[in-house]
C-alpha cells in the first residue's frame, strides 16, 4: 500500500526553504532524479528541475510544485 502522508507534508515550490525540502532532495536523489549527495534545505533550479523530471515521467502536471499528487506518488515509489 503507497504510503499517504499528503496532510503532513507542505506544499513546496521553488523558493521554499527547511526539512521538508531537505526530504524532498533525500527521496529525488534515492530515486536518481537529482544528483547530489549532500541535499540543502533551499529549493532552487536543480531541485525545480528534478521535480519538473519526476512530475513529466509520472503523467503529473508539470509545474514544479510539490503537493498532495506529487508527494503521493513519490512515496509510492519510494516505499513499494
Known sequence: MA???NKELPVLQKGDTGSAVK???NILIALDYLDSDSPTTNFQNQTDEAVRSFQEEND???DGIVGPKTWDLLGSLLWD
Request: avoid cysteine; aromatic fraction near 12%; charge should be positive.
Open 60 to 62: 503529473l502536471k508539470v
Open 23 to 25: 526530504f524532498l532532495q
Open 3 to 5: 504510503a499517504t502522508a
